[in-house]
């Protein structure tokens, strides 16, 4: 019986270990929109990010929550990230939230359902300092339901 305790605590703290080797996240941040009312396209969601490493590379996500009625299999967003030194960069972005068959993608718990979409992946940050990343939803519904939360995680690439 005791080697069998400690083969499971062996296992759990191996389990643990190795979990905790995993991704190294920079930051991650959810910002909450009052999902009744909409996400008006002039509510913009910023995210100030501090980057003191400008050699590693990171892996950056786009974080998406929408309730089970959403209405559309997909967002369309604006990103703009705004570099220390003053230089904006736009991009258009499609996130995905549902497949072909109209089933919902990501993971979901009850009536809402949590999307990870890659935005850059490997990407150096050229410049130390605080950088901006502010969304805007682009969909031609203004305002926009059933989108409860943006967020914003950067992790260190392996």
Same mark, same amino acid.
Not at 12 to 27: D, E, Q
Not at 56 to 63: G, K, L, T
Not at 136 to 151: F, N, S, T
């Given at each position: 019986m005791r080697k069998l305790v400690l083969a499971i605590s062996g296992i759990a703290? @191996?389990?643990?270990?190795?979990?905790?080797? +995993? &991704?190294?996240?920079?930051? @991650?941040?959810? &910002?909450?929109?009052?999902?009744?009312?909409?996400?008006? &396209?002039?509510?913009?969601?910023s995210f100030d990010v501090n980057i003191d490493d400008t050699i590693s590379r #990171?892996?950056?996500y786009v974080n998406?929550? =929408?309730?089970?009625? #959403? =209405?559309?299999?997909?967002?369309?967003?604006?990103?703009?990230?705004? #570099?220390p030194d003053g230089r904006k960069v736009k991009d258009t972005l499609e996130c995905l939230l549902a497949d072909d068959k109209? =089933?919902?993608m990501g993971e979901g718990a009850g009536d809402l359902w949590d999307n990870t979409i890659p935005f850059k992946g490997n990407a150096k940050f050229?410049?130390? +300092? &605080?950088y901006k990343f502010t969304y805007e939803q682009a969909m031609r519904v203004d305002p926009l339901p059933m989108i409860k939360d943006m +967020?914003?995680?950067?992790?260190?690439a392996e």
């Amino acid at each position: 019986m005791r080697k069998l305790v400690l083969a499971i605590s062996g296992i759990a703290l @191996s389990v643990i270990f190795i979990s905790s080797c +995993g &991704k190294k996240s920079v930051f @991650s941040e959810y &910002k909450s929109i009052d999902a009744e009312k909409g996400w008006a &396209k002039d509510n913009r969601i910023s995210f100030d990010v501090n980057i003191d490493d400008t050699i590693s590379r #990171y892996n950056v996500y786009v974080n998406v929550r =929408q309730g089970d009625v #959403y =209405q559309f299999r997909n967002l369309f967003v604006f990103l703009v990230t705004e #570099y220390p030194d003053g230089r904006k960069v736009k991009d258009t972005l499609e996130c995905l939230l549902a497949d072909d068959k109209n =089933q919902w993608m990501g993971e979901g718990a009850g009536d809402l359902w949590d999307n990870t979409i890659p935005f850059k992946g490997n990407a150096k940050f050229p410049v130390k +300092g &605080k950088y901006k990343f502010t969304y805007e939803q682009a969909m031609r519904v203004d305002p926009l339901p059933m989108i409860k939360d943006m +967020g914003l995680t950067i992790d260190k690439a392996e």
